[in-house]
């Protein structure tokens, strides 16, 4: 055991889930919004295709990864506009919508792969890394934690800005409201239709984001299909914050943990079989669904159209 729990393990294990959760962070923080608002996003793994596809194309013609993440973060909020217009503006179901966008993605993403680049995969140079002087230099976590893109200090950062703006302004009453009683929302003269938009707008460009960074930070390429099911983790880390942002962070790094634990215990030269690698971060779903589904608690008005007159 003491040739396996290594510096190297746990370096390696901090690293792995950094570089995992993160897109997971994005995500699940961009469908803590959504659903906030009352919009169930089920499409979330689209948008992070295909803001992984057009990130990675911008950032390997432009040789810039921040030209990158905001393509990314565009091509995330036009998938966005089907699940607005389909479903907050014309209110048809969220759940087969969000599985069409779902669906349709993952091909459209496939086939522009499959046109541009034939069979070949280029691959993007690595983004450079900023150390946060002196704190880089504690053992075990400072080459992990304190050593990573700007992106990832963004993100965090991001965190704080979406915590407060849920709890302490006006913005956030409105987005609680337009989940729990739209009606009431309404009726004090405040545009339920308009404030479920700009959240799924906001959920795809975070979306977008999210596969920008898995293409461009993570992999340094575009492979279809794949976020492996990275947003419908997303969307399980998001239901279980319960509209808490440190909760989401919370949930990806656990699930990052997850996934890059079989990577850590390889280079312990401890093989581990790659069917068990793929099973891990739904294990870990289905565990954390076990334990802690029945204490989520979701808006009244989840996933369910608003019409005025009716909620």
Partial sequence: MSDVLTVEFFSSLLTGAILAGMPLLFAGLGETI??????????LEGMMLFGGYVGFVAALYTDSSAVGFLAAIAAGMVVALFMLVFCVRLGLDQIVIGIAILVIFEGVTSIAQRAQFGTTYPRLDRVP?????????????????FTQPLIVYLGLGLCVVVWWVLKHTNVGLSLKAAGEKPAALDASGVSVIATRSWAVLITGGLAGLGGGYMAIVGAGIFVPFMTHGAGFIAIVIAMLARGKAAWVIAGAFIFGIAVSFSTALQITGVSVPIDLVNMLPFVAVMVALILFARQSV??????????????
């Fill in 34 to 43: 959504s659903e906030r608002a009352g919009v169930l996003n089920i499409g």
């Fill in 298 to 311: 979701l808006p009244a008005a989840l996933a369910t159209p608003y019409k005025r007159g009716t909620l």
């Fill in 129 to 145: 890394d900023i150390k946060i002087p002196l704190l880089d230099r504690i053992p075990v976590v400072g080459d992990s934690l």
